[in-house]
């Protein structure tokens, strides 16, 4: 499969070794009420792409392909997150502190659930991950190895921290992978841009970006 629409240059892959990572698409981020929102951030924003990474996925499953989804999670004790991590944010509401959706960012919440919309199906990989990036303290790259996958393609929330720190770790580990432009948002416009750029300059120096149409135009011609 080629994406000649893709940046830098063209990205070619094979669906037998590739997986669809989806980050984050969690109430905690995307809904009123989570750990976004008690950043003070305006959610809404993030909302505004779930149409777009629904008919990936749904064209993604259809291929056959492999899907991994990853949830920003810690362990109810808190005991995997380090209180550096703990300690910055909003002061009155914390990472394990009690929210409209439960405990913030704890794993079994309702409000760390993935959304409605993108719910996975049994069988598709889930994984928890008390980082932002989605190897560091995940059985991501082992799942990976198992599976003879050597290309990602990235979807998810939010670009420039939990994304972009997961395509960085892909990238360190020998994987060319690819964010679809359209199915990614940041609370801030900016940074979102900036990092479609970072990633694709110098060459793909930590990957490719492509419109979601590129590969819903490949992904029909199966
Ligand atoms: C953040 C994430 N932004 N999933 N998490 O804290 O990007």
């Not at 951030?41 to 991994?68: F, K, S, T, Y």
């Not at 008390?130 to 303290?137: D, E, H, L, Q, R």
């Not at 970072?198 to 590129?214: D, E």
Request: charged share 20%; net charge neutral.
């Amino acid at each position: 499969m080629t994406l000649a629409r893709a940046q830098p240059f063209a990205f070619r892959f094979d669906l037998a070794h590739a997986a669809l990572v989806i980050i984050d698409m969690q109430r905690d981020f995307i809904e009123p009420g989570g750990f976004g929102q008690t950043l003070g951030n305006d959610v809404r924003r993030l909302e505004a792409i779930v149409p777009a990474c629904r008919a990936v996925l749904a064209a993604w499953r259809q291929a056959g392909a492999l899907v991994v989804h990853t949830r920003e999670a810690h362990r109810p004790d808190l005991s995997d997150c380090p209180p550096a991590k703990r300690g910055r944010g909003a002061p009155t509401l914390r990472i394990g502190d009690p929210g409209p959706m439960g405990r913030i960012l704890v794993a079994g919440e309702p409000g760390n659930q993935i959304i409605p919309a993108l719910a996975p199906l049994a069988g598709e990989v889930v994984l928890d991950k008390p980082g932002k990036g989605a190897f560091y303290a995940t059985p991501l790259q082992a799942l990976l190895h198992e599976r003879g996958i050597s290309h990602l393609l990235f979807m998810g929330v939010t670009t420039e921290v939990c994304v972009q720190t997961s395509m960085r770790e892909a990238n360190d580990r020998g994987y060319d992978a690819l964010l679809l432009e359209d199915c990614t948002e940041s609370y801030f416009p900016a940074f979102k841009a900036a990092t479609l750029e970072m990633i694709r300059a110098q060459g793909a120096i930590v990957g490719w970006t492509a419109p979601s149409a590129a590969l819903l135009a490949e992904l029909a011609r199966c």
